[in-house]
């Protein structure tokens, strides 16, 4: 059976909350950022597990009276309101019934039970499991709940969109004690500022790892401080210091153990549990989140296909269209689709500071359309001699740059409406300079709303053929995929070339082949993560402490355009 996902939910969204911009808002401007962050944190995961037994476990008390009984401090800096005593932010809170809608009618189990932390939950649920369990949550008080005996691992999430995946078996290297439980007492002799928990003054990480491998567990660095050990790390201020903290101490082991025989009332046979593809549809609608949801109800279609039982409740009769499930499940292959490749020719390569010179839609040699834009500045000599037009040509023939981007957002809307799939290589440079043309010349459309499933050619080359040498450029990939490239930085040109490097690779990979268009457009988000996270790795480890890589796809967050390194543009 697959393993079983419990997502400690209130973790995930805080952690988009403040992470994800909040310019993400729903037709009533409202913020929904904390919504996506969970609903691709948690298709991601299906993804990565091939797995949609799935739980997404929720607070109902985030500060229990029972560890409040024992620490009246516990979590209680973090009080907002003391009134109502909640610490969730208003922007926050209101977003919560959204993801409550989105999550339950995709067949997302929610797991919460009065009285009780998510953590309690996860603990029971995972005592429960007699299968693996993943646990996913950038919360270390979960590595407690590793155990050699069981198949349990926690994923906390990295910089660079990057998974950390912690087993027992990790604890010795990576903390220095040998069971989730030990952990446990280190993590109580650090102590926890952010929740109340003191620990012991002057004890960090590291010598409370040193005190637990002296003495084997909590109580028997007590039992040694008592007698007036002085070795094994134990000095006598830190003896001293473990004595004056024995009741703290004790306490802290007790507030942070979870229960783990809570009343969920789920049946983990029965997962997962069918989508209803009317209910998704409704919980999105306004809400700006249609991207994220088709993203995961790709990832349940993706994973039914895979083995796991996931009967989708059929649209009623009285439904005008097909909603994002029904449209995930049916939509053929993406190379069976139209394809029309796509590609621009600018005046430099910052993308938010570049204007269209020239920009192509090819589907074959006998249907392209052209455009040659006036971009309303100097056209540097530096990109002169790659596209050879000069400024005075572009003002005497080019029409305005106005023009020629509403155009193409008509094109990418129409295409869009057809389930057509736009092929680009590096597609990400080129759809953000469209972006800034867009909000430049025309902000009253939004360009994401209106694009179309999007294949780049330099993102799944990369996948399909990880380790091989050389640039990626897109001379490079033509000549690696055995394509024709005659005029390289002719823009039809350079989007025809896309178009048959992507069903070259299409023909040699059936992973990339078998992808309907949301599916590839999902799995090429996580791909370029992994790859930007890879190159800022590789630029650090060279020298470049500071370097720094958008992951993001197909369009590049806006203030991380200007710091996009030239290694990432492949042109």
């Known amino acids: 059976m697959k393993p079983l996902v419990l997502v400690d939910t209130p973790a995930l969204y805080y952690r988009a909350f ?146 950390e995946a912690i087993g027992a078996a990790d604890l010795p290297e990576l903390y220095g004690v040998a069971t989730g439980l030990r952990y446990r007492e280190l993590a109580a002799l650090r102590g926890d500022p952010s929740d109340g928990l003191p620990g012991a003054p002057g004890i960090g990480e590291k010598t409370a790892a040193t005190l637990l491998a002296s003495f084997g567990s909590l109580s028997g660095i007590i039992s040694a401080a008592k007698a007036g050990v002085k070795d094994g790390g134990l000095s006598p201020k830190r003896a001293t210091t473990i004595v004056d903290s024995e009741e703290t101490l004790l306490k802290t082991v007790d507030v942070m153990t979870c229960l783990t025989d809570v009343a969920h009332g789920l049946d983990l046979t029965a997962l997962p549990h069918p989508v209803d593809a009317d209910a998704v549809t409704a919980a999105a609608a306004g809400q700006n989140i249609t991207r994220s949801v088709d993203n995961l109800l790709a990832a349940l279609t993706e994973a039914a296909r895979d083995g796991d039982a996931l009967p989708a409740t059929p649209a009623t009769a009285t439904t005008a269209a097909p909603g994002p499930a029904s449209r995930a499940a049916a939509a053929p292959p993406w190379p069976q689709a139209r394809l029309i490749g796509f590609d621009l020719e600018t005046t430099g390569v910052e993308p ?19 455009w040659l834009a006036d971009p309303g ?166 020298g470049n402490a500071e370097a720094v890589v958008d992951g993001s796809w197909p369009i590049a967050v806006e203030d991380r355009i200007d710091s996009r390194p030239p290694q990432q543009t492949g042109r």
């Not at 490079?476 to 690779?505: C, F, G, K, N, Q």
């Open 18 to 163: 403040y992470s994800v911009p909040d310019s993400i808002v729903n037709d009533e401007g409202q913020p929904v950022n904390a919504v996506r962050g969970v609903v691709d944190a948690i298709a991601q995961m299906i993804r990565r597990f091939s797995s949609a037994r799935v739980i997404a476990t929720m607070d109902a008390d985030w500060r229990p009276e029972f560890r409040t009984r024992i620490m009246p401090e516990y979590k209680a800096a973090r009080i907002k309101d003391a009134e109502a005593g909640t610490e969730i932010p208003p922007e926050l809170d209101a977003q919560l019934p959204i993801m409550r809608r989105v999550l339950a009618a995709a067949g997302i189990p929610i797991a919460e039970v009065e009285g009780t932390e998510a953590d309690d939950v996860i603990a029971t649920l995972a005592a429960e499991s007699t299968t693996p369990v993943v646990i996913v949550s950038p919360d270390r008080d979960l590595l407690a709940l590793l155990d050699a005996e069981r198949d349990i691992s926690v994923l906390r999430p990295r910089k660079g969109g990057e998974w």
């Open 352 to 370: 938010a500071t570049a204007r269209i010179v020239t920009a192509a839609l090819v589907e074959d040699p006998d249907r392209v359309e052209m």
């Open 377 to 542: 500045i100097e056209i540097p000599e530096s990109a002169r001699a790659v596209h050879g037009i000069t400024t005075e040509y572009a003002q005497a023939n080019g029409s305005p740059a106005v023009e020629v981007v509403t155009a193409l957002c008509a094109a990418f809307a129409g295409f869009r409406d057809e389930g057509a799939v736009v092929v680009g290589h590096n597609i990400v440079y080129d759809l953000s300079v469209l972006d800034a043309e867009v909000r430049r010349h025309r902000p009253d459309l939004t360009l994401s709303e209106l694009l179309p499933a999007i294949v780049d050619t330099f993102v799944i080359d990369r996948h399909v053929d990880r380790y091989r040498k050389g640039k990626r450029t897109l001379t490079a990939t033509a000549e690696a995929w055995h394509v024709s490239l005659l005029d390289a930085h002719d823009a039809a040109a350079d989007a025809r070339a896309a178009l048959d490097i992507s069903r070259a690779i299409a023909d040699s990979s059936a992973e990339i082949a078998g992808l309907t268009g949301p599916q590839i457009m999902a799995s090429q988000r996580d791909w370029k993560r992994a790859q930007a996270a890879d190159l800022q790795a590789f630029l650090r480890r060279k």
